[in-house]
């Protein structure tokens, strides 16, 4: 079982900025595929950016369109942590943002962090 705990999420005007944090449990977190999700109120839950391992200390980096260029997905093994840095924030961005973990044997949600920029 891995845990996962998002945090920094919150109020920000447009064109602002946030970094939200995913701490996973586990002792192997460097072989997870570490994902962020976000899902706006009345709409499904969307691919937002992805660092995924592709074996070894090989990983590669995926982002939805409407993020290119603005968010930027990383991670730090050491801390059992990913991040996403927001930057140019748009009240589109609204949403709550979920973190992802793909592991060996599951697949992880965690609670979700509520991000909010106001136009």
């Known amino acids: 079982q891995v845990q996962l705990v998002e945090s920094g999420g919150g109020l920000v005007q447009a064109g602002g900025s946030l970094r939200l944090s995913c701490a996973a449990s586990?002792?192997?977190?460097?072989?997870?595929?570490m994902a962020w999700f976000r899902q706006a109120p009345g709409k499904e839950r969307e691919f937002v950016a992805a660092?995924?391992?592709?074996?070894?200390?090989?990983?590669?980096?995926d982002y939805d369109d409407s993020v290119k260029g603005r968010f930027t997905i990383s991670r730090d093994n050491a801390k059992n942590t990913v991040y996403l840095q927001m930057n140019s924030l748009k009240p589109e961005d609204t949403a709550v943002y979920y973190c992802n973990a793909k592991t060996l044997v599951g697949d992880y949600w965690g609670q979700g962090t509520q991000v909010t920029v106001s136009s």
């Open positions: 660092h995924r391992w592709s074996g070894g200390m090989i990983y590669y980096k």
């Open positions: 586990g002792r192997t977190f460097s072989s997870y595929s």
